[in-house]
Structures are given as C-alpha cells and as structure tokens.
C-alpha cells in the first residue's frame, strides 16, 4: 500500500513507497492539503514529470520564471517537466488544493497503457496547454475517487487510469462554452481588472466599475464573478492583501502605515482583513518573513 501522510487533513500517496507502483509508475504522487494559513511552498522542480494543482477552494498565485499566476476554485495549474515554481513570495495562501505528478508521457512508453499514437497525442497537448485551465466541477469527484482507489490493495487498475485519463481529457479538451462573451465587453472587463490590480488602495464601487464597463450593476457582477470565480469586493479585498504581503516583507516596514497607504481607516480593520485572507496577524506575517 502506498505511503499516506495524514497530519490533520493533508495526505499524500508516493509512488516509491507504493506496493502497487509497477500497476502505475506513471502516477508519481497524489495529495491533498487545506492550508488554513499562509504556509511556506518555495522554489522546487520535478525532473521529467508534470504536476497539475487543481485549487478545490480559495485562490492560490504561483509564480514561473518571474511570472504570476493567480488561480481559483476550479481551476488547475500545471508545470512542465523541470520548471521551477514555487508560490507567490514562498507562501502559499489558504486554501484547499488537490494535486498530482505524473510522468511525461513523450519519454515513458506504455505510458496509462495507451498506444503510442494516444500518448504521443497528450504529449503534444500537453505542450500547448495553457497554464491556467478552468474546469468542470466533477473534476473534484474524480480526484475523490482517485485516493479511494489507491487506498485499497486490490483496486483494479484500469480504473486508477481511467480516473487519471478522465482529468487530463477535462484538461486538454473541455467543454465548449455555450455563450461566449463578446470580444469588446471582454477586453472592457480584463481593461477593468487592470486598473483595480493597478490601484489596489482605491475603493471602486460595483456602481462605478458597471458604469465603465457599459452595463448594469447586476449584470458586471455575474459577469466579474463569471471572470474571476469570486465577488468584486473579494477580489479586490485580496489585491489588497496581496500588495500588503509585498510592502509588510520590506525592511522597516510599519503595519498601521501599509493599512493607511492601503486605504483602510485603521488599522485594526486592515489586521481583520489581513488574518482573513492570509491566517495570520500582519505582525506575524512581517516576522515570518
């Protein structure tokens, strides 16, 4: 039986530990983790492996040659065989997160037992697949099933591979979306998301933001939260930390100025806000780092 570290509710399934490795070497590890506060994940690599992070719950920012990218529930992050990325500022935010490692399929024949031309076809998509991939919500399920069966000794393989093969094809091929929105309201909307990223201490209202964007208050919030898999003020909340993340981190750094600099009146209501998105006190955070 594969090796599962369970501390609270974080578990993992190594491949070398496992008994049943030679069934699927391809999977080198599975797990699971709810991070209730901020917690270190720095720079580190898996040699000829993918790894795919599919964010169960919250918002997770990871970082790739010097680029962010922020992802949401229902979505799933993905690094190529020997990238490194860590999280942004080597912390991880709270969240609840699946993930997996499996082996590239260019370099390993046989690889889910597919033939040559199946698995030479994922390798290539795999290669055009965009780092941030939103997916169907029963991706969620198929991870549950995933540990359920490699936490039995006599699971029948093919349906480990066929739970694996399920996720990646929700990855590489999903559903068309049935109503597209139009070219100009989307590059008003990503516009719009610029200058609130841009300007992280001002208070933009959903009146203001609709008004920009040419539409009704009920409808930019379908359409935000559409976007961005969380409200307006949520969003803007958590720029809000994550620059506060940034400023705390320099030397010198004083809390109650980050809280005025970043528009909050005082700031025991920056620390409220500050410990609801990132599990620990400013003060805190500033000592940690």
Not at 3 to 16: G, L, Q, T
Not at 34 to 52: I, K, M, N, T
Not at 139 to 157: G, H, P, T, Y
Request: proline letters at 5%; aromatic letters at 12%.
């Amino acid at each position: 039986m594969a090796k599962v570290r369970n501390d609270a509710v974080r578990w993992e399934i190594h491949s070398h530990a496992s008994k049943r490795a030679a069934d699927f070497p391809e999977l080198m590890m599975l797990g699971y983790d709810r991070f209730q506060e901020a917690s270190p994940l720095s720079d580190h690599q898996h040699d000829g492996c993918y790894e795919f992070v599919y964010v169960d719950n919250g918002r997770v920012t990871w970082e790739v040659d010097g680029e962010y990218y922020p992802s949401i529930t229902g979505q799933v992050f993905h690094t190529r065989p020997g990238e490194w990325h860590r999280a942004r500022l080597n912390f991880i935010e709270p969240c609840s997160i699946w993930w997996f490692i499996l082996r590239d399929p260019a370099d390993y024949p046989d690889w889910l037992s597919l033939r040559d031309e199946d698995r030479l076809q994922i390798h290539q998509a795999l290669l055009e697949l965009p780092r941030i991939v939103s997916v169907d919500s029963r991706v969620r399920e198929q991870f549950f099933k995933l540990r359920s069966l490699l936490m039995e000794d006599n699971s029948a393989v093919f349906r480990v591979r066929h739970h694996l093969v399920d996720i990646l094809l929700e990855l590489l091929y999903p559903p068309a979306v049935s109503r597209q929105l139009p070219l100009d309201l989307k590059e008003s909307m990503l516009a719009l998301t610029a200058q609130i990223d841009a300007s992280p201490e001002r208070r933009w209202s959903n009146k203001e933001l609709a008004a920009l964007a040419g539409v009704s208050e009920s409808h930019f919030y379908r359409l935000f939260h559409n976007m961005h898999g969380q409200s307006p003020a949520n969003y803007m909340d958590r720029i809000r930390i994550n620059r506060a993340c940034e400023l705390l981190r320099q030397p010198g750094a004083n809390v109650t100025t980050v809280a005025l600099d970043l528009g909050y009146k005082t700031s025991q209501h920056f620390a409220t806000v500050f410990k609801k998105y990132i599990g620990v006190s400013p003060s805190s955070w500033r000592s940690s780092s």
